[in-house]
C-alpha cells in the first residue's frame, strides 16, 4: 500500500517522480520496461515534507501497463528440432491476449525492427498457449529476441504489421 515498503524498480527504477501542478508525466519505454499493475502514491506535504517513501500515502490511481512480465521468459531450443517456447498458460503478464496478440522474433530492437525471415518461417506466431515451434521454423542456430505485439496497440513502424 502507499506510504509503506519500497517502490518498484520495474517503474522509473524506483525513483521520485515530480508531476508539474496539473501537468502531465510522460514515462518512456525503458521506464516502465515490463507489463504489470501499480499503485500511484502521492505526498501531500509539499516539497518540503516529501523527502522519504513514508510520506507518499495517499494513493492517486493505478498504471496499468499492457506487456509481458518479468520481461525476461527466455528459452534455449535446438536448430531443426521442434521447440515449445512457453508453458501450457503461454506467455506470463499484465492483459495478454492468447487469441489476438503475437510474437516475433528479431535480430534487432524490439518496437522498431522487422521479424527475422531466417525463423518462424518468415511469419509472425499467435501468442497462444503454448507457442511451439516446428522443426522448419528452427532451420539455423542463432540467437533472437522474442518480441511481443499486442493486437490494440500494434506499431505502424514494423512494415510488415503486428
Known amino acids: 500500500s502507499c506510504g509503506s515498503g519500497l517502490p518498484d524498480r520495474n517503474v522509473a527504477s524506483g525513483?521520485?517522480?515530480s508531476l508539474p501542478w496539473l501537468g502531465k508525466l510522460q514515462l518512456p519505454g525503458q521506464q516502465v520496461a515490463t507489463g504489470g499493475k501499480w499503485k500511484i502514491c502521492v505526498c501531500?506535504?509539499?516539497y518540503d515534507g516529501c523527502n522519504s517513501f513514508g510520506d507518499f500515502t495517499g494513493q492517486a490511481g493505478t498504471l496499468t501497463v499492457l506487456g509481458p512480465s518479468p520481461s525476461s521468459q527466455d528459452i534455449t531450443c535446438t536448430a531443426g528440432?521442434?521447440?515449445?517456447?512457453?508453458?501450457?498458460?503461454?506467455?506470463?503478464?499484465?492483459g495478454l491476449s492468447a487469441s489476438s496478440d503475437k510474437v516475433l522474433f528479431t535480430?534487432?530492437?524490439?518496437?522498431?525492427?522487422?521479424?527475422?525471415?531466417?525463423?518462424?518461417?518468415?511469419?509472425f506466431v499467435v501468442a497462444g498457449a503454448p507457442v511451439t515451434l516446428a522443426a522448419l521454423d528452427l532451420p539455423s542456430r542463432g540467437t533472437?529476441?522474442?518480441?511481443?505485439?499486442?493486437s490494440k496497440y500494434a506499431r505502424p513502424l514494423i512494415s510488415t504489421g503486428c
Open 15 to 17: 525513483a521520485f517522480l
Open 107 to 123: 535480430k534487432g530492437a524490439c518496437g522498431s525492427a522487422d521479424k527475422d525471415p531466417a525463423i518462424a518461417q518468415d511469419r
Open 44 to 46: 501531500a506535504g509539499g
Open 81 to 94: 528440432t521442434s521447440c515449445v517456447i512457453t508453458g501450457q498458460g503461454g506467455f506470463l503478464g499484465q
Open 144 to 150: 533472437w529476441k522474442i518480441c511481443y505485439c499486442d
